[in-house]
RNA sequence: GUCCCCUUCGUCUAGCCUGGCCCAGGACACCGCCCUUUCACGGCGGCGACACCGGUUCAAAUCCGGUAGGGGACGCCA
């Protein structure tokens, strides 16, 4: 194991969004290439807003992903004490002081200086304050340093500057006495010896407030990875109204996590001209150095095709087991049927999605109630009697088949009587399935079985001959 | 408003550091053709971008400067 340590530190207060999910897979994928170490934690600071739905929902979509961590989940409410200690520490030291200044004041000031068009930040005037009231409710103060400017190189956007004039003296504890998430982070990371803290690049800006904390503290300082953000169609920041954001969502919607994964890894990251990564692939050739500076749009499409493909590869067994929860939505049932991964089979080359799939798979188990009577139309009424009446003759004659076997005996059928495979297959086909997007008629007649579907063949001529 | 960041096809991106091989390559989407009993898969082809303006240079997507546009941050949220 190398020294590298990195963590994904979400905050619980709502499901893991793919937005997370992404920085979550670079850390991880930086851990892994390294041979470091992938902690987990959990910044639930916020009291209020932090709830324990929220934990298990991002555990989930964690565990989906197969984001396995090494060390964790740790939260940061079971280390109020050592926060509390550090800040006594800077107090002691003159880094930091009591802040007496009321909430609504402060309020009142940055928006008269946003109005005025100057920097809204903290004006000091606590900063050397010399009597210190007693029982007057008071926030701690970081002192920031004045002049000169904070820097650091940032792993992915280069080396990145700020004046120190910038940056004002920031809130490390609340007047309840909890820390705020600025100091927290930095005692975190410096505690769990993080080497390198890869996150979003909404944090840029908080960055150099943590380096002199880092400083001040007598912490080393880690490396920074800011990954740009995923942004909806209309190039905002991606949101609910884009439509689902949720990892879980997108297993529910029936997409593989292999497919989400490789989607994430190649919005924003890329190999060259590569496009489809197993896991194994993007682990050993990630590299954080690859990762864009500029954020990127999230596109469905695009996750689709990649879907779409790891179910044409995808294992039948497997995909049969994962398919079985869509299935049974549709309150279908496979226990009297054909064997779900024979049907998995026939429909891993047509379905972009397993909601897909489950949708086709429905009248394997399920004969058709209604035929499709746009697409019957099309035919001749003497034409679909005959049709129906010969292939249910012919097939009466086997009892075993296999796919091309059954794809002769049509042929069979057609030379017969003198008619073309698509007055033939087409009709048979809306029999079988009520429609006419499905798979091959022999993939469908082998999989259903012979005696079930002359028992539709049947069921459609009588529905014919009555109209 | 202030600060920080970003800018190659509609979208994801390669190339940029180490100028010439780039009148810019791949992928998704889209359009056509082929395959075909439907729907798909697959194959082939097409459409389509270096934000803009200046500079440096024999030569710039690549280096420098500026402009414009977009995003982010400015909380006793994280």
């Not at 740790?74 to 107090?91: A, G, I, R």
């Not at 304050?129 to 792993?155: H, I, K, N, S």
């Not at 869509?326 to 972009?352: C, F, I, K, Y």
Request: some cysteine.
């Amino acid at each position: 194991m190398s020294e590298l340590r990195v963590r994904f530190a979400p905050s619980p207060t709502g499901y893991l969004h793919v937005g997370g999910a992404r920085t979550a897979l670079f850390n991880w994928l930086l851990a892994k290439n390294k041979g470091g170490t992938f902690i987990l934690r959990i910044e639930d600071t916020d009291v209020e807003r932090s709830t324990k739905e929220s934990v298990d929902a991002i555990l989930e979509g964690m565990k989906w992903l197969g984001l396995e961590w090494d060390e964790g989940p740790f939260y940061q409410s079971d280390y109020f004490p050592l926060y509390k200690e550090h800040v006594q520490k800077l107090l002691d030291s003159g880094k930091a002081y009591k802040c007496y200044c009321a909430s609504e004041e402060l309020d009142t000031k940055r928006n008269l200086a946003m109005q005025e068009g100057r920097k809204p930040k903290y004006d000091g005037t606590c900063r050397e304050r010399a009597e210190q009231p007693d029982g007057q409710p008071y926030v701690v103060r970081f002192r920031a340093p004045q002049g000169g400017v904070t820097a650091f190189d940032d792993l992915i956007k280069g080396t990145i500057t700020f004046p120190n004039e910038e940056l004002d003296d920031l809130i490390i504890q609340r007047t309840d006495g909890t820390p705020t998430y600025n100091f927290c982070v930095v005692i975190d990371d410096a505690s769990m010896r993080i080497t390198t803290v890869i996150r979003g690049d909404d944090h840029v800006n908080n960055t150099p407030r943590q380096i002199q904390l880092y400083e001040a503290l007598g912490f080393p300082v880690p490396q920074f990875a800011h990954v740009p953000m995923i942004l909806g169609s209309d190039k905002a920041r991606l949101s609910k109204r884009h439509g689902a954001t949720s990892v879980i969502a997108y297993r529910d919607m029936g997409y593989l996590p292999e497919a989400l994964l490789n989607y994430l890894v190649r919005l924003g990251w890329s190999n060259g001209d590569d496009e489809i990564f197993s896991r194994e692939e993007m682990v050993q050739k990630f590299d954080i150095g690859n990762v864009g500076r500029s954020a990127s749009v999230f596109n469905t499409e695009k996750l689709n095709w990649l879907n779409a493909h790891y179910i044409k590869n995808g294992d039948p067994e497997r995909l049969a087991d994962l398919l079985l929860p869509h299935l049974s939505v549709r309150e279908v049932t496979t226990l009297n049927g054909p064997d779900l991964m024979v049907v998995v089979r026939t429909l891993q080359e047509r379905a972009q999605t397993l909601e897909e799939m489950a949708e086709r798979a429905v009248f394997y188990y399920n004969a058709p109630l209604s035929y499709d009577e746009v697409a019957l139309a099309k035919f001749d009424k003497e034409l679909l009697l005959s049709v129906f009446s010969a292939v249910m003759e012919k097939l009466s004659k086997v009892s075993e088949a296999d796919v091309s076997g059954i794809d002769a005996l049509f042929k069979e059928v057609c030379n017969e009587n003198g008619w073309k495979m698509g007055q033939v297959g087409q009709p048979v086909r809306i029999a079988l399935s009520g429609g006419t997007q499905a798979p091959g008629i022999g993939e469908i007649v082998v999989t259903l079985g012979i005696e079930e579907t002359i028992r539709r063949i049947q069921a459609a001529r009588e529905f014919v001959a009555g109209k």
